[in-house]
C-alpha cells in the first residue's frame, strides 16, 4: 500500500503538473464511493496548496530580511 503523501513533500513540488504526482489516497480502493474518493482528493490537493503557497511565502520574508 503506497503511503499518503506529508505536507513535508509540499517541498518536492516545482510545479503545477507535479501536484498531481505527489499527492496520493493510500486508502483510494476503500472508500465508500468514488465521489468520496475525489472529494478527499480535491481536500488533500487543497491542503497542500496551501502549504505551497506558505513555503513560498517564507522564502520571500527570508529574502527581505
Given at each position: ?62 529574502t527581505?530580511?
Open positions: 500500500m503506497p503511503k499518503r503523501t506529508s505536507l513535508k513533500d509540499a517541498k518536492r513540488v516545482e510545479t503545477a503538473d507535479d501536484l498531481g504526482d505527489v499527492v496520493q489516497d493510500k486508502r483510494e480502493g476503500w472508500r465508500a464511493t468514488a465521489a468520496k474518493a475525489r472529494r478527499r482528493q480535491r481536500r488533500y490537493t487543497k491542503r497542500m496548496t496551501n502549504e505551497i503557497a506558505r513555503l513560498a511565502q517564507e522564502g520571500v520574508d527570508k527581505d530580511e
